[in-house]
C-alpha cells in the first residue's frame, strides 16, 4: 500500500477486536515520535505507554468518544474497547511550540501503527486531572493528548462534505464511519 493509501484509511477508529497490540507496533509507535520533526530539534514529547490490562481499565472511563454521535453509536461497549492508550505529555520545561510539535507526534505515531494495521483515535476530550494522577505526570511536564490503539472492528471512510453533511461523521447502514471532508479546490488555491 502507497503512503497515499495509508493516508486514505489511516482514520479515527473507534471500536476494536479484543487483542492486545504486539509490543513490535508500540516500539515503532515510540520510535515514530523519537524520529519526528521538531522546532529547533528540542524533542520535548513525551509518552506514557499504557499497556497492561488493568491499567487500560483504568483510563476507559476517563475519556470521552465521538461527541456527534449519541453514546449508544460512538461509545465503544466492553467488548469493543482499545486494547493500548498511549499518553502524549509534553515537557514545559523546554521552550518551543510544544503543541505544533505535539501535532506532528500524533501524526507519526497513529500512522506508525496504522502501517501494521492498528487504529487509533486521537483523544483531546479527556479527564485531564484524573489522568495526571493515574499517569503519575508530574510539573513540568503536562499531558496534552491520549492516543487509543486497537484492531479496528469497523471501516471508515471518506464521504464528501455537502452542504447537507456538514463537518459531523455519521454511520452508515453498516455501522462503518462515513468522515466528510472538504474538496482539494476547496482547501488549496493556486497563486
Ligand atoms: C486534536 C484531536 C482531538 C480529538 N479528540 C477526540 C476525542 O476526544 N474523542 C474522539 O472520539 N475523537 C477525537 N478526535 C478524532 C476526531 O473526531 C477525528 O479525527 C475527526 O472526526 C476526523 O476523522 P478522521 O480522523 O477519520 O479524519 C480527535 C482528533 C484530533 C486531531
Given at each position: 500500500m502507497s503512503v497515499m493509501e495509508k493516508l486514505l484509511t489511516r482514520?479515527?477508529?473507534?471500536?476494536?477486536?479484543?487483542?492486545?497490540?504486539?509490543q513490535d507496533?508500540?516500539?515503532?509507535?515510540?520510535?515514530?515520535?523519537?524520529?519526528?520533526?521538531?522546532?529547533?530539534?528540542?524533542?520535548?514529547?513525551?509518552?506514557?505507554?499504557?499497556?497492561?490490562?488493568?491499567?487500560?481499565?483504568?483510563?476507559?472511563?476517563?475519556?470521552k468518544w465521538a461527541a456527534y454521535l449519541p453514546p449508544e453509536q460512538g461509545t465503544p461497549k466492553a467488548d469493543e474497547l482499545p486494547t493500548l492508550y498511549v499518553a502524549v505529555v509534553q515537557d514545559t520545561a523546554i521552550p518551543g511550540d510544544l503543541n505544533t510539535d505535539t501535532g506532528i507526534a500524533l501524526a507519526n505515531m497513529t500512522l506508525a501503527a496504522w502501517d501494521k494495521?492498528?487504529?487509533?483515535?486521537?483523544?483531546?476530550?479527556?479527564?485531564?486531572?484524573a489522568l495526571t494522577e493515574l499517569l503519575h505526570i508530574k510539573?513540568?511536564?503536562?499531558?496534552?493528548f491520549m492516543v487509543a490503539f486497537?484492531?479496528?472492528?469497523?471501516?471508515?471512510?471518506?464521504?464528501p462534505l455537502t452542504g447537507e453533511t456538514?463537518?459531523?461523521?455519521?454511520?452508515?447502514g453498516q455501522k462503518d464511519y462515513c468522515v466528510p471532508k472538504r474538496s482539494a479546490e476547496e482547501i488549496a488555491r493556486y497563486l
Open positions: 482514520r479515527t477508529y473507534r471500536r476494536f477486536a479484543q487483542k492486545a497490540v504486539p507496533v508500540v516500539e515503532d509507535i515510540i520510535e515514530a515520535v523519537r524520529l519526528s520533526s521538531c522546532g529547533a530539534n528540542r524533542q520535548a514529547v513525551r509518552l506514557v505507554v499504557v499497556n497492561k490490562p488493568e491499567d487500560v481499565a483504568s483510563v476507559q472511563p476517563l475519556v494495521g492498528v487504529g487509533s483515535c486521537i483523544m483531546g476530550a479527556i479527564n485531564k486531572p510539573e513540568p511536564e503536562k499531558l496534552a486497537g484492531y479496528p472492528t469497523h471501516e471508515a471512510h471518506i464521504v456538514g463537518v459531523k461523521y455519521y454511520l452508515d
